[in-house]
């Protein structure tokens, strides 16, 4: 008896950790679009690792994948880039965050990301004030942890957050996660460009 509850405790607090997205078909596809700022075709040219981490430079070499990555824009259906190179970053997403293989194309979708602000040196309260005209940006399929508010990425940064903004005054940075960015030939992948 002490051996099954062991395993059902077990089983069940693996579901706790797993990622949790809305279902996304024909009937709700125009209210997903209404969620994000970006629907993008794009494909993956490099990683994007301002820190310089050594685990994510170990990854990108020997598997040619990564969770935060610079993407080559191929299609754009909604939103405005300029440039033909866009930034894709997961920040605090946990077990929604999904990895991305060099070469490949997906379909990325999202909310543009307009600053980082390290919490170890200014309010959240402060920043939000200053910035008051940043429309909100509301996102569902959230992990609890995600701490993102009106453009606006807040966390306790060792080095700052100099290099994540100089970042954004080169291209375009689109939050997104698995619940938001799909392979092209997958069935979602396929729904979203069918809906476009």
Known sequence: MRIFLLIFLFLTSINSFACECSELHKNNVEEFKSEVDYILIGTVIDQL?????EYLDYSWKKDKDAYDIIVKVKKVFKGNIQTDTLYITQFFNGACSRKFSAGKDYIFTGKEI??????????KTDSIIRNDSIPPMIMTNTPPEYKFEEGVIYDNFEDGTDKWNSLLTKHKMIWTNQCYSFNIDSSIGQLLIEKI
């Open 114 to 123: 307009k600053k980082f602000v390290d919490q170890n040196k200014e309010s």
């Open 49 to 53: 690792n301002p820190e310089k981490t």
